[in-house]
C-alpha cells in the first residue's frame, strides 16, 4: 500500500476501451472501481490526474468502419461519443478523455519505438502469415476458423479451441477459412518487426521493476512464471491494409494495436498537460514521463490484459529511459447470475440497456463496490441479490436515517441542528472514519469499506429504534432531548455520506445539498456539525422496482437477438446449406402476409451494433418503421429507394429502440453477412408475395 501521506500526486489510468462497440456492464467493473480509487484520494486531499481514451487502432476497427461505410476516423469519433456519454453517466469524471488515433500519440510512439531502436531492442525478421485471397490482406488468428485438429470441434478460432482449451498455430487447423470472405488463407512470408524481449537486459529490467512495483501478489506471482519461462520477442507490426500508425522507413508496415495502446495514455496525459486546464494546474509532462519522484502512475486494468501492462509495458518504458509505473491493480471478470454473460438469457447487458430500464447508475456502482477487494477474484452480478442489497443498504439503512431525523428538526427546531450531542455521541465515537477506513480505501478493499459503513448504519438505525424521536415529538417537556437525538441521528447520516461519497458521489452530492454543507472532504470526519441550518428534506433515493430488472433483461435479448430470418435456423456445418426445416403446410404458409415495400429512409440505430432504422412504404398500407440487423453489410445511404420483401402482419414489437412493425427478409450462411430479398423490376409497394 502507499503511504498514505499529504501531497501525493498521481498520474491514474483505466484499461482503453476498444472503439468497436458499446461498453457493457463487465468493461464498467473496472471503470467504476479505478473512479471510486480517484474520487477517495482527492477526497482525502491528493493531486490526481485521471485520464483515458479511445483504444482506436487495429484490424477490427478497420473493417468494422468498413462494414459502416465510413471512414475509420469517423467510425472511431462516432463510438467515442457513445463511451464518453456513458461515461458520464455512470459517474466516471476523467481530467482528459482522449484517443490513440491522435498527433500526440503519433508523436510518443515514433519517439519510443526510435528510442528503442537506437538501443538494439528492434529485430526484423521474415515470417510466414495467414493471406486472404479475397480480401486482400494479412488475415490475424481470431479472422481464421478451422476444426481443432485436437479435438476436432468445428468453427474454431485460429489460436485456441474453445471447446477443449488447446493452443495451436493457424496452419494446424483441419480446413481453415477466413471469416471475412471464407476463402481458404494462403500463406506468405512477409518482413515484421520485433521488440526483443528475450533480451536479457529487458528481462532483468522487468525482474526489477516487479520486484518493487506495487501488484497483488497472486498477480505477481504470474509475471514472475511468466518471466521465469523466457519472454519471446514480441511482433510489433501488422501488413497494410491496417488501421494505425505507419512504422517509420517501413512503407506499408503499421505498429500493431498494443504498441501504441499503453502509450495512448502518455498521449492522453499530454494533451491535458497542453489544455487551458491542465496549465493552470501547472502540470509538467515531461516529469510524469520520466521522474517516478514527481508522480505516482497507476493502472487500472483487467486481468487478461496483465501480460501486456506487466511485461511488455514496462520493458518498452526501461527500453526508452522512461519512468515505470508505481502499480497494477486488476480486477476479474463480471459475471451475471453466476454464470458468463449471456445473450441468449438477456444477462449480456450494455451500459446504455441498464439506463434505459431507468436503473440508477449509482446503485451499480454500489454493488461492484460491495463486492470488489483487493485482489483478482471475478464478481458475480446477481440481480435478485443486486435489488435486495441495494433496497436495503441503500434505501433502507442509509437513506432511512435522513428521512427518519429531519421532519423534527424542520418542523420543532425551525431546521437547525442542535448545539451539542451530549451524551449521544458515544453512539458515534466508536465509528467515526478514521485511518482503518482510510487504509481500506487505498488498498481498493472497497467491500470491507461498505461492510463498516453498513456496520454503522445498522447501529444509528438500531439506536434509533430504541430511543423512537417520534414519542418524544409528543411530550414537548423533552424537545431537547429530541433535538440532539435528531441531530445525532443526522451527524451519523454525514458520517455515512462521507464514507459512501466516492462510491455514490451524485447521491453524496444531493446528502450535502441537504446538510447544506460544502462538499465534503476526510479531515471533516473529526467535526460534528452542530448549530447549523440544514435545508428541507427531500426523498434522496427509490426501491429498484423488480420490473425495471425485468425490461432491462428483455430489452438485452432484443438488442442482441437475430431480427432477420436466416438460413442458420438449423445447425450449419459448412459453407453449404443449412438442412432443410421441418415442413408446413400451404395453410400454414398462407398466413404469412408477405409484401413488396419500398426503403424511403435508413438510419444507423445510436448504442445498436446491428441494427439499421427502416422506413418502408407499403403502399395502399401505408409507411411502417421496422429494425433490422443488416448494418454490418450494408450502409444506410445505398439502401434508399430500394424494393425489399416484408412480413407485414408481424404484431408490432417494442424495442428499445422504438417499435417494430414488421420484418424484411435477408438471407445468410450465418456469417454475420446477411443480404435483402428484392424483387424483379415491375413489382410495386404495397404487393402481395405468394
Known amino acids: 500500500m502507499a503511504p498514505a501521506t499529504p501531497n501525493r500526486r498521481l498520474l491514474v489510468t ?27 484520494q482527492r477526497l482525502v486531499g491528493h493531486e490526481v490526474v485521471f485520464v483515458a481514451g479511445e483504444d482506436a487502432h487495429g484490424t477490427p ?54 528510442a528503442l531502436d537506437a538501443a538494439g531492442y528492434i529485430a526484423r525478421r521474415d515470417i510466414e502469415q495467414a493471406y486472404d485471397p479475397v480480401k486482400g490482406m494479412f488475415l490475424p488468428d481470431r479472422y481464421i476458423k478451422g476444426t481443432c485438429p485436437n479435438c476436432g470441434a468445428p468453427d474454431q478460432y485460429g489460436d485456441n479451441c474453445e471447446h477443449c482449451g488447446a493452443t495451436y498455430s493457424p496452419r494446424d487447423l483441419k ?198 477487494g483487493p485482489g483478482v477474484e471475478d464478481i458475480d452480478l446477481n440481480l435478485d441479490d443486486f435489488v435486495a442489497r441495494v433496497n436495503s443498504d441503500i434505501v433502507g439503512k442509509y437513506v432511512n436515517i435522513a428521512s427518519r431525523c429531519a421532519g423534527f428538526i424542520e418542523k420543532h427546531f425551525d431546521g437547525r441542528l442542535a448545539v451539542a450531542l451530549g451524551q449521544y455521541e458515544e453512539v458515534l465515537a466508536r465509528h467515526r472514519p478514521s485511518e482503518a477506513e482510510r487504509a481500506l480505501y487505498e488498498q481498493r478493499d472497497f467491500a470491507a469499506l461498505i461492510r463498516r459503513a453498513m456496520v454503522l448504519a ?13 414519542r418524544l415529538a409528543t411530550d414537548s417537556s423533552r424537545r431537547e432531548e429530541l433535538h440532539r437525538i435528531c441531530t445525532t441521528g443526522l451527524e451519523g447520516f454525514r458520517l455515512l455520506t462521507l464514507l459512501l461519497k466516492p462510491v455514490l458521489p451524485r447521491l453524496g452530492a444531493a446528502a450535502e445539498r441537504f446538510l447544506n454543507i460544502p462538499p465534503l472532504t476526510w479531515a471533516d470526519a473529526a467535526r460534528p456539525l452542530l448549530d447549523h441550518p440544514i435545508n428541507p428534506y427531500q426523498p434522496l433515493a427509490t426501491r429498484i422496482d423488480k420490473k425495471q430488472i425485468q425490461a432491462m433483461i428483455e430489452a438485452s435479448k432484443e438488442d442482441l437477438a437475430a431480427i432477420t430470418p436466416k438460413a442458420q435456423a438449423a445447425p450449419v456445418t459448412d459453407r453449404g446449406a443449412a438442412p432443410a426445416s421441418a415442413t408446413l403446410s400451404i395453410e400454414d404458409f398462407g398466413k404469412l402476409d408477405l409484401r413488396i415495400a419500398r426503403i424511403e429512409d435508413a438510419q444507423a440505430v445510436e448504442g445498436a451494433d446491428k441494427l439499421l432504422k427502416l422506413t418502408l412504404d407499403l403502399g395502399a398500407l401505408g409507411k411502417r418503421q421496422v429494425f433490422a440487423g443488416i448494418k454490418s453489410q450494408y450502409a444506410p445511404e445505398a439502401l434508399i429507394g430500394r424494393l425489399t420483401v416484408v412480413v407485414a402482419n408481424l404484431a408490432p414489437r417494442k424495442m428499445r429502440f422504438g417499435v417494430s412493425e414488421g420484418m424484411v427478409l435477408a438471407a445468410s450462411h450465418g456469417d454475420g453477412r446477411p443480404f435483402l430479398l428484392a424483387p424483379d423490376a415491375g413489382a410495386e409497394p404495397g404487393m402481395r408475395v405468394k
Request: hydrophobic share 40%.
Open 14 to 40: 483505466h484499461a482503453l476501451p476498444y472503439a468497436n462497440g458499446p461498453l457493457h456492464l463487465g468493461h464498467l467493473l473496472g471503470y467504476i472501481q479505478t473512479d471510486i480509487w480517484v474520487r477517495f
Open 61 to 114: 476497427i478497420m473493417l468494422a468502419a468498413e462494414k459502416a461505410g465510413l471512414p475509420p476516423e469517423d467510425f472511431v469519433a462516432r463510438i467515442k461519443a457513445q463511451h464518453k456519454q456513458d461515461f458520464e453517466d455512470f459517474g466516471i469524471v476523467h481530467d482528459g478523455y482522449h484517443t490513440t488515433h491522435s498527433p500526440e500519440n503519433r508523436v510518443l510512439v515514433e519517439t519510443i519505438y526510435r
Open 175 to 372: 480446413d481453415p477459412r477466413s471469416v471475412l470472405s471464407g476463402a481458404a488463407p494462403q500463406w506468405k512470408p512477409s518482413e515484421h518487426y520485433f521488440f526483443a524481449l528475450s533480451d536479457p537486459r529487458l528481462q532483468q529490467a522487468v525482474a526489477d521493476w516487479l520486484a518493487r512495483a506495487q501488484v497483488h501478489e497472486s498477480v505477481k506471482a504470474k509475471l514472475r512464471e511468466w518471466l521465469d519461462a523466457g519472454l519471446k520477442d514480441w511482433d510489433i507490426s501488422r501488413d497494410a491494409p491496417y488501421f494505425g500508425f505507419e512504422i517509420p522507413g517501413a512503407p506499408g508496415k503499421y505498429f500493431y494495436v498494443w504498441l501504441d495502446a499503453p502509450i495512448g495514455y502518455f498521449a492522453a496525459l499530454k494533451a491535458y498537460c497542453e489544455s487551458a486546464e491542465g496549465k493552470k494546474r501547472g502540470l509538467e509532462f515531461e516529469r510524469f514521463v520520466r521522474d517516478p519522484g514527481y508522480a505516482e502512475m497507476w493502472h487500472f486494468i483487467g486481468k487478461d490484459i496483465v501480460n501486456f501492462h506487466g511485461l511488455f509495458w514496462p520493458a518498452m518504458l526501461h527500453g526508452a529511459t522512461l519512468r515505470e509505473p508505481t502499480g497494477l491493480a486488476v480486477n476479474g471478470y463480471l459475471t451475471v447470475n453466476g454464470a458468463k454473460m449471456s445473450k441468449s438469457r438477456g444477462t449480456f447487458i450494455q451500459a446504455r440497456t441498464y439506463l434505459d430500464a431507468g436503473l440508477n447508475p449509482e446503485y451499480l456502482r454500489y454493488y461492484f463496490a460491495a463486492k470488489s
Open 458 to 470: 445498522d447501529a444509528i438505525n438500531e439506536w434509533l429504534q430504541q430511543v423512537q424521536p417520534w
